[in-house]
């Protein structure tokens, strides 16, 4: 089993804890250590190092090898910009033949998601060779603890062994009707973004459903060949299409199973998604030692300094050297439209 980390990504929804330079995945935003570092200790319990690969964007190569300097060389895979998952999948499955066996599972998994029940994990993820040598498209489905609105869902169909379920299909991310007649139905869960083939099942998948990126991985491979793996690709790259994996192959894929598990995930998708995990006071706030609170509920403060709440709830403050950032909770998936005014406006506090 060879497992790929995708750790790419801009996490631009933490700002502005979060900037170009130091992505989410590469930040404390759980314990003392980065995001990207407990999904590698989670996967070296069951793996040998050899057998991981992370693939990221050139810019931050030098942060994966700071953060897992037990990494090989080798298996760090550059993706010269970020196109999306359909493209970086491709990229990363184009690399790992090279060193390995069509017949070998691969794992897909973020490298920014909380998973705490980590014996579950390793249970799961060894689970799924079984219905991947058996051909199928596999992705793991998070049960359901409350009718969520900001994930995806997939659907459960018949089943497809002891442990899973065929795929009916996958929904985007619903109203809070919808997600509530979802939680009552029983076999929806939640879309982790987490999945697991062989190496020639997914190669054959993106031929049959994406032969436009598998043209632009035969004018990768064959710059590869001549120049070796660490080539400048970037022009042949960019020709590659800007679709998630979930809408270019498993939406399309026939054979596809998914194995409903329970983890203690969460995508941390958000300052709120953190607020919500994090350790609190009975009042709800969760706040530096060093505070004062009068009649204050819910707060998430993420602060160096000082800090006093006076009649206020449900707000989220995260302060760095050179920003503040102060939202209601539930507005901070807002915070992209923070991140869109600095581009024009200020790229210093990107």
């Known amino acids: ?59 931050q190569v030098a942060l994966v090898k700071k953060h897992l300097p ?38 897909i998994l973020p490298a920014d998601h909380l998973i705490t029940k980590v014996d579950a994990f390793l249970e799961n993820i060894n689970k799924s060779q079984e219905l991947a040598r058996a051909s199928f498209l596999v992705t793991f489905g998070i049960i359901p603890t409350y009718p969520a609105t900001g994930y995806g869902y997939i659907q459960a169909g018949e089943a497809a062994n002891d442990f899973s379920f065929q795929v009916a299909q996958f929904k985007e991310k619903p109203n809070y009707e919808t997600a509530q007649e979802f939680l009552k139905s029983g076999n929806f869960f939640w879309n982790s973004g987490m999945f697991a083939w062989t190496i020639g099942a997914i190669e054959e998948a993106y031929q049959k459903y994406l032969p436009e990126v598998t043209k632009v991985l ?101 302060e760095t050297d050179d920003a503040i950032l102060l939202a209601k909770k539930e507005r901070t998936e807002d915070v992209k439209k923070v991140v869109e005014y600095l581009k024009t406006n200020n790229e210093n506090l990107l």
């Open 218 to 318: 035969d004018l990768i491979e064959a710059e590869w060949n001549s120049k070796g793996e660490k080539a400048d690709i970037a022009k042949i790259y960019a020709q590659m299409p800007k679709i998630p994996v979930d809408i270019g192959i498993m939406e399309k894929a026939e054979k596809r199973a998914v194995i409903p598990v329970d983890l203690g995930w969460s995508d941390v998708g958000s300052w709120r998604a953190l607020a919500d995990i994090s350790e609190a006071d009975k009042d709800g706030n969760t706040i530096p030692e060093e505070s004062f609170v009068v009649d204050s509920q819910g707060n998430y403060i993420r602060s160096k300094k000082f800090v006093a709440l006076i009649g206020v709830e449900d707000l989220v403050l995260v």
């Open 70 to 107: 037990e990494l090989p060389a080798k298996n760090v895979i550059i993706e010269p910009f970020g196109m999306n998952t359909a493209p970086c999948i491709a990229l990363s499955y184009a690399y790992i033949k090279r060193f390995a066996s069509l017949t070998e599972t691969m794992i």
């Open 1 to 59: 089993m060879i497992a790929v980390i995708m750790a790419g990504g801009s996490g631009t929804r933490f700002w502005p804890q979060s900037r170009m330079a130091k992505p989410k995945q590469f930040l404390e935003v759980m314990g003392e250590k980065s995001m990207i570092r407990l999904t590698m200790d989670r996967l070296i319990e069951e793996l040998p190092v050899e057998k991981i690969f992370v693939v990221t964007a050139e810019s």
